[in-house]
């Protein structure tokens, strides 16, 4: 068994949060002391819009009818598939309760988060999208308000398909703020909002470290980094069809891996000549950042065999992970390490990041290892509950009142001493900490 790099990369893809850190803490810093009127500052200096920020009625609206019909269509479509995935999603959670011992009970309440701040990206691409992934899913989880932040064009304002879509999936204010700034004004609660419990959505590497930095104040969704995507094909694999996905993903930008993994060593030959072909009948900049990530980021591997494949992709962890290979059953029961799975190429990474149903808010850099996407669970906490009996509760105190000794926290103890003697007062109890063996 052998794995053979036909590509190799020649620089790793990394955030640059280490590079903007700095600058990032000082703007939270001054807009959380100076508020609003700071706010408005960065607005004025970064989105160099002086319209309203937050949106009226008229305003939504207004956005609304300036978009085609069939624009307005496509949009409801993705909706409803992205609405009714998290709904299926949200089933899967339950409250219970179970009796673990006589007379103790033991449960579990999912609550939604009470405030959810959602940022969609507006600069180069306006990613209506993203709005769709991050409002529809913590509208369906039951967030009590949803704010929107998406950067307006200078003397512009939003792009009015974020407005509809972010109208149309139920949120409750849409700020035109882009960059640090938003993303403060939501953790904040200025401008009329409540404080965010939890910030979701992709942004650039200022927004992300925003997110980074705010963590632990309030929730995110996750660490971004550079979106990635890896691709397992077999000879049967159309070439054609592995080249232009790859294209696809590494429009994202310069700095977006994307990798083939195939047992097929003529397959990726012909990807490796097609590839920068395809890269060449693209739009300008789309081009030039296709051109430098498969320069500079893209592998191309070759494998003995498909369980070899599997292992190399598993190492990989990549954000979006796609088959087109033979056995897929084989391939979605073997494969562990993915943010979101792409089987056959009937679909594609582009249909999960724009309409078929599932979150585009994916891990990156590896993160895969260790968690999932966005999802309508992300907004909801898994809480637990008990409640005793006065019998339920007496080997829970005594084993507690033992365990806590053994610890030497005694005042954890004697919490459950008085309840003993308080409940069973004609009862002795041994609640002397054990000897642990040598």
């Given amino acids: 068994m052998s794995v053979t790099y036909l590509k190799k990369a020649a620089r790793q893809s990394t955030s640059d949060a280490g590079e903007t850190r700095e600058t990032v803490q000082n703007i939270l810093t001054e807009i959380e002391h100076g508020g609003e009127e700071a706010a408005r500052k960065y607005a004025d200096k970064f989105d160099r819009y002086g319209g309203n920020i937050v949106l009226t009625r008229d305003e939504i609206e207004a956005a609304s009818a300036r978009l085609s019909q069939q624009l307005k269509d496509d949009i409801r479509f993705a909706h409803d598939n992205v609405r009714r995935f998290a709904e299926a999603q949200k089933e899967t959670i339950r409250d219970f309760q179970t009796e673990i011992q006589p007379g103790l009970i033991l449960g579990q309440k ?16 306006s990613h209506v999208a993203s709005a769709l992934m991050t409002v529809t899913t913590a509208k369906v989880a039951g967030c009590g308000h949803i ?38 004004a939501m953790a904040f609660g200025l401008f009329g909002l409540p404080q965010a419990d939890i910030l979701v959505g992709p942004g650039n590497q200022f927004v992300a470290e925003a997110k980074r930095l705010l963590f632990g104040r309030v929730g995110i969704d996750m660490f971004a980094g550079p979106t990635d995507s890896l691709i397992l094909a077999d000879r049967t694999a159309d070439p054609e069809i592995v080249a ?26 012909k990807v490796l000549s097609r ?90 850099s590896g993160a895969a290892r260790y968690t999932g ?27 507690t009142a033992r365990i806590s000794r053994l610890e030497g926290m005694e005042g954890h103890a004697r919490t459950a001493d008085i309840r003993l003697a308080k409940y069973f007062p004609d009862e002795q109890f041994d609640l002397t900490a054990q000897e642990v063996p040598a």
């Fill in 275 to 364: 590839v920068p072909e395809l890269i060449a009948t693209l739009p300008e900049l789309n081009g030039k950042n296709a051109a430098d990530a498969w320069r500079d980021y893209a592998e191309v591997v070759v494998c003995d065999t498909r369980e070899e494949m599997a292992a190399t992709s598993d190492r990989y962890a990549p954000e979006h992970l796609t088959v087109q290979a033979q056995d897929l059953d084989w391939w979605l029961n073997r494969l562990s390490c993915y943010g979101s799975l792409f089987l056959g190429e009937e679909t594609t990474v582009a249909f999960g990041d724009k309409a078929s149903g599932t979150n585009h808010v994916l891990p990156t």
């Fill in 147 to 184: 704010s929107v932040c998406s950067p307006p064009r200078p003397g512009v304002g939003l792009n009015p398909a974020i407005v509809y879509t972010a109208d149309l999936c139920g949120a409750d204010q849409i700020l035109a703020l882009g960059g640090v700034q938003g993303i403060a």
């Fill in 373 to 399: 996407g966005l999802s309508v669970h992300k907004y909801m906490k898994l809480v637990t509950w008990q409640r005793a009996t006065r019998e339920g509760a007496k080997p829970i105190a005594e084993a």
């Fill in 110 to 125: 999912a609550i939604p988060c009470n405030a959810a701040g959602c940022y969609a990206p507006g600069g180069r691409y």
């Fill in 244 to 269: 232009w996905d790859l294209v696809g993903q590494a429009e994202h930008g310069y700095n977006s891996p994307v990798w083939l993994v195939t047992d097929d060593r003529a397959l990726a030959e």
